[in-house]
């Protein structure tokens, strides 16, 4: 005879071992691809380091009374705890759809308007180093492009820090976190936009993540060529047109402190950042 208890042991058992097959695959994968990632710390994953993925898991996957409770769960109660979801943009209305950020925003400046103009339009960033400068594509990214003009016109990115660069795997400056701790967003997220056929070559400005459709504030600019080596999760919304030679700069000097992955050793303050449509 089969005891409650027994039972909830057996549960316990099943849940670990499956958890045991994720974090194997996980390990796998991560050893032959990189990710950018935003929130619940800084989850970059550079050629062969694996870390992302348990930290976006959360819990511990080895605690039996863990995996008993997590087996033993209510699936409403878990549904119900899990986020909103954003909805992809309507091109028959021309809406956007931006859902509350569970771990709150790091500058509250409320959430764009969602009807928005999926135009072309140009993003200009004044910087202590110079002025870099992006053609962002408002046609296949709109609700991106209008997240950031939003957020642009509200004075989210002023004086603000780029805090990581990556030199080694994956050659990229992300910028767009108010904390400069890589958690930070804007208390809202949306949908990923234009990845069917991502390219990240050099000069493609993209959007950074923690998982599908959790893009927030924080972006990166490519300077190497990474179209082999990041996989089509982080939505393309520009191209840098002027100011790459001020990335270039960043990058020679080098993080802080050595390494590959980290603060850029030559700091980038966002002074303002405008943007306009395209003529």
């Given amino acids: 005879m089969v005891t409650g208890k027994d039972r909830q042991k057996q549960l316990a058992r099943e849940h670990h071992e499956r958890q045991q097959a994720a974090r194997l695959q996980r390990e796998r994968a991560a050893k032959r691809t990189a990710a950018i990632g935003t929130t619940a710390g800084v989850v970059v994953v550079v050629a062969g380091i694996v870390a992302a993925a348990i930290f976006l898991t959360g819990g511990n996957d080895d605690d039996p009374a863990t995996a008993a409770a997590s087996a033993s769960a209510n699936p409403a109660e878990s549904a119900a705890a899990a986020p909103a979801q954003p ?5 028959g209305t021309g809406r956007c759809d931006y859902v509350s950020d569970p771990a709150g925003g790091a500058k509250d400046v409320g959430k764009p308007d969602p009807k928005v103009a999926a135009a072309p339009a140009v993003m200009k960033i004044d910087t202590n180093l110079g002025v870099i ?6 046609a296949k990214a709109p609700c991106t492009v209008g997240s950031f003009t939003h957020l642009a016109s509200k004075g989210y990115f002023d004086n603000t820090k780029c805090h990581r660069l990556t030199t080694e795997g994956i050659k990229v400056l992300q910028c767009g976190d108010p904390t400069a701790t890589g958690s930070g967003g ?3 997220r949306f949908v990923d936009e234009n990845l069917e056929g991502a390219a990240y070559k050099r000069g493609v400005l993209a959007m950074a993540n923690s998982g599908p459709n959790t893009n ?9 060529d990474e179209t082999d080596t990041l996989p089509d999760s982080y939505t393309p919304f520009g191209t ?3 100011g790459l030679d001020v990335v270039d700069k960043v990058a020679k000097a080098g993080v802080e402190g050595g390494g590959g992955d980290g603060a850029p050793k030559q700091a980038v303050e966002i002074k303002d950042v405008t943007i306009t449509g395209k003529s």
Wanted: cysteine-free; glycine content about 16%; proline content about 8%.
């Fill in 186 to 188: 804007p208390g809202y």
């Fill in 216 to 224: 927030g504030s924080q972006f990166f600019i490519v300077y190497g």
């Fill in 87 to 91: 909805l992809p943009y309507d091109k």
């Fill in 240 to 242: 840098i047109t002027k």
């Fill in 133 to 138: 400068q992006a053609d962002l594509d408002g």
